[in-house]
C-alpha cells in the first residue's frame, strides 16, 4: 500500500546547528502533511503541518517544506537545542473522509551538546 | 486545557485475555482515531470515529473494537490477546473528520505475556 518513509534513521547534530530531517511520500494524492516530535516513552507531539497547496510553512524555530513534484517533506529546526532530541515522524493523511495518518519509521535526531 | 487523556498508563495482561482502553479527546473534538506503535516503528492506524460513528479501520483483525460515547470519549477493545499485541496503544483527537490537526495522547503501554 501507499507509506510514507524517511532517508535518514539517525541524524546527529552539534547544539546551535540547523537540522535538516526529510520525508519521502508516495500518495500523490494525498493533501496534507503533519511533523510529529516523540520523545522517549510518550505520545507523538504535534509540530507543524502543511497542505498540498503550500510549498512552505514556518513556525517557531520550525520549517516544512513541501516539493510535490518529486513527492518530499522536510522539516528543517534552527539553532537546534538539546531539548530537541527525539524521534520525528513525518505522516501522510491518507485522503478520503478520514483522518487515517501514514507514518514512516521515523529518524531519531540526536544533539551534541 | 486538558491534552488527551489515556488509561491505564500501562497494563499487563496474559495471552488471551481481553483488554479494554480508554481515551477522552480534546475538548470540544468530535473525533478520535486509535494507533499501534510498536517499539522502533511509527504508529499504525487502528479505527477513526467522528460524531460517534466508525469513519475508518485499519488493517487489524475482527479482534480489535472500538466505539465513541456522546461525550466522544472512546474505547479501544482487544479479545483473545495475542504476544504481538504488546505495543504502545495511542489516541489522537481532532475537530474535524479529516484534514485537521490531530493531538496525541501520552499512550497506553500493553504488555501481553
Known amino acids: 500500500g501507499e507509506s510514507v518513509g524517511l532517508h535518514l534513521p539517525t541524524l546527529s547534530v552539534q547544539e546551535g546547528d540547523n537540522s535538516i530531517i526529510n520525508c519521502a511520500y508516495s500518495?500523490?494524492?494525498?493533501?496534507?502533511f503533519i511533523w510529529y516530535k516523540q520523545e522517549s516513552g510518550k505520545g507523538p507531539q504535534f509540530i507543524i503541518d502543511?497542505?498540498?497547496?503550500?510549498d512552505k510553512r514556518q513556525g517557531q524555530r520550525v520549517t516544512v517544506l513541501l516539493n510535490k513534484t518529486v513527492k518530499h517533506l522536510s522539516l528543517q529546526i534552527a539553532a537546534t537545542q538539546p531539548g530537541d532530541s527525539a524521534v520525528y515522524f513525518c505522516a501522510e493523511e491518507d485522503g478520503g473522509a478520514t483522518n487515517k495518518l501514514i507514518f514512516g519509521t521515523g529518524t531519531l535526531l540526536a544533539v551534541q551538546p | 486545557d486538558a491534552g488527551v487523556t489515556q488509561s491505564p498508563t500501562h497494563l499487563i495482561k496474559t495471552r488471551g485475555q481481553h483488554v479494554t482502553l480508554r481515551c477522552s479527546p480534546i475538548?470540544?473534538?468530535?473525533?478520535v482515531s486509535w494507533y499501534q506503535q510498536v517499539l522502533g516503528q511509527g504508529p499504525q492506524f487502528i479505527f477513526q470515529y467522528y460524531e460517534k460513528e466508525e469513519r475508518g479501520r485499519g488493517n487489524f483483525p475482527d479482534r480489535f473494537s472500538a466505539r465513541q460515547f456522546p461525550n466522544y470519549s472512546s474505547e479501544l477493545n482487544v479479545n483473545a490477546l495475542l504476544l504481538g499485541d504488546s505495543a504502545l496503544y495511542l489516541c489522537a483527537s481532532s475537530t474535524t473528520g479529516y484534514g485537521g490537526e490531530q493531538y496525541f495522547g501520552p499512550g497506553t503501554r500493553l504488555t501481553v505475556t
Open positions: 475538548s470540544g473534538h468530535k473525533s
Open positions: 500518495n500523490s494524492a494525498s493533501d496534507y
Open positions: 502543511i497542505r498540498s497547496n503550500m
